[in-house]
């Protein structure tokens, strides 16, 4: 059983569209962690949510904290091609140093 | 500042055979970890070191081990190696206070034949 269990695994759209990508618990978190991964490089952290209904924006996406802290999204206005990779919620375990556990990961394809 | 730097970027092995991958932290990093991404079950953490010591293990067989060295880079090793462990390993580095950002490599992709 996954820890975080993300929403849609594959997400094919159009330029332009928008998207919602999920990440769902059972467990409650004290923060968590968007990343993005481009094909031949590592992941690189786009945002950390630690507040219950939480809301931060980085140009055209959207993160937001459940309530209760133990779901998150990822909203993305106009897609644009460059936004093409996998996308990535984590949360890091702080009793436990550095261990960082992922969700399985959207893989998102922004045609032109 | 550099980043994350993990060499070999590329390898190929074969069954029985063992590999060492290696991981230079970005400068005054203490912590770095490790992770095996594959295509079935996604990023998984192998096992994080702080200060030449293993803070954190993940549920891997005990053919997967790794060390610390005083400078803060770090080697993971693969003895008796299986179909199953090619994968993409990700090494990554943070100051190690326990909590903020880790800084990803860009991995050394494994093949087992």
């Known amino acids: 059983t996954q820890l975080l269990e993300q929403s849609p695994q594959f997400l094919s759209i159009q330029e332009g569209e928008n998207l919602t990508v999920y990440c769902n618990s059972s467990?409650?978190?004290?923060?968590l962690q968007w990343y993005r991964q481009e094909p031949g490089e590592g992941p690189v952290l786009l945002v950390t949510v630690v507040t219950g209904g939480e809301v931060k924006k980085l140009k055209r996406l959207t993160f937001q904290f459940g309530d209760a802290r133990k779901d998150s999204s990822l909203h993305i206005t106009a897609a644009q091609p460059g936004d093409t990779g996998l996308y990535l919620c984590a949360v890091l375990l702080y009793n436990q140093g550095g261990k960082l556990i992922f969700g399985q990961g959207t893989e998102l394809s922004v045609k032109p | 500042k550099a980043g994350v730097t993990q060499t070999p970027r590329y390898l190929i092995k074969t069954r029985g055979q063992q590999v060492t991958l290696s991981c230079s932290p970005i400068s005054g990093h203490r912590s770095v970890s490790w992770y095996q991404q594959t295509p079935g079950q996604g990023l998984q953490f192998l096992f994080e070191y702080f200060s030449e010591t293993q803070r954190n293990k993940g549920n891997f067989p005990g053919r997967f081990s790794g060390r610390q060295f005083s400078n803060s880079r770090s080697e993971m090793n693969v003895s008796t190696l299986e179909l199953g462990d090619s994968a993409l390993y990700l090494c990554a580095s943070s100051l190690g206070s326990g909590a903020g950002e880790l800084f990803f490599g860009e991995g050394s992709r494994l093949t087992v034949l």
């Open positions: 467990s409650v978190f004290s923060s």
